[in-house]
């Protein structure tokens, strides 16, 4: 049978780290699991709570395509409090997963061909679900001077119709403060580029809040997720923040490719946000991950890492101990019984001298974890 070239994406290779890491497991080895990003906490007890009692009393059907107006409400009242951002929930739009966004906000605002720049190293989706849209992924090499995020400069002579920025980053944790953000988004704009400004990390920063674009503009798209700081992965539920007069074209795309989110993750959702207490014992445990992460992985022989400012990962420049990360990643897997993530995934020019690191389990993992990682670079003369 024929088959279409939007299929020809590369493989999300995290996930078949995963996988290896699954069947060690299931041949009776114990892992420890750096590759994910994934809080190591289900979802929010008064979650969980919520949807068990809609289930006992509600059919739990479709709801309407821009999510339940509840829901809507509440994340418009978010970027009040976080923020001090006054939102329409008119301009909120609930999707299945930060991935729900990304497909409805590259098919609102582009035209197959287009041209769309994302940072390297970057969150390897983008280019895979640009790609399977006919989309031209346009990779922006950041420097490590810039903290591996893109600047106006880094735009020049591109001819892009949309850029998109992460802060903080997958997989570097870096962070645009508000100069520097607003630069690129009057880049952007003078270039009849549409912006787009993945947030999905914010609630998770260490020294400063993140700053959100829609302080900036109401001409943006932003999106953000559950998955993160809410601790709700595989609930795949998510929102978007698109521009009023935008509204009913993602409506209309919506109704027709995902009909509705699932209404089960959205009553879960909508009691996550007001688990600030739970939230923020899950935030103590990244910061002490952080911490030994930042302490522990130079004294295991990976001492070329930046500080992450959000989120919960440190990007290493391995380049002096390997020139294939893949291959790398998979011989501590087999031998420290330790998953992490080549760098192969966020930046196909530069990535097999990088590998990520993942600090969203428990601290008893970490340690754990950086006690294997030390024992193995010891036994096979790395250090």
Sequence with gaps: MRNSTRGEVDPFIVMDVMEAARAAEEAGRHVIHMEVGQPGTP????ARDALARAMADQPLGYTVALGLPALRARIAQLYGEWYGVDLDPARVVVTPGSSGGFILAFTT???????VGIGAPGYPSYRQILRALDLEPVMIDTAPENRLQPVPSDLAG????????A????????????????????????????FISDEIYHGIEYEQKAVSALEISDEVYVINSFSKYFSMTGWRVGWMVVPEDHVRRVERLAQNLFICPSHASQVAALAAMDAGDELEQNMAVYRRNRQLMLDGLPKAGFDRIAPPDGAFYVYADVSHLTD??????????DKAGVAVTPG????????????????ARSTEDIEEGLARLARFMAETGRM
Excluded at 344 to 359: E, I, W
């Design 109 to 115: 605002l582009f035209d197959a061909g287009d041209r």
């Design 167 to 194: 802060s903080p980053a997958n997989p570097s944790g870096t962070m645009l403060d508000r100069p520097a953000l607003a630069a690129l988004m009057e880049t952007a704009q003078a270039q009849g580029a549409g």
């Design 43 to 46: 979802a929010p007890a008064a």
């Design 344 to 359: 192969l995934d966020f930046d196909t020019a530069r990535g097999a001298g990088t590998l990520r690191f993942s600090y």
């Design 324 to 333: 294939d990360s893949r291959a790398f990643a998979a011989e501590i897997l």
């Design 158 to 165: 591109l001819d892009l119709q949309g850029l998109m920025v």
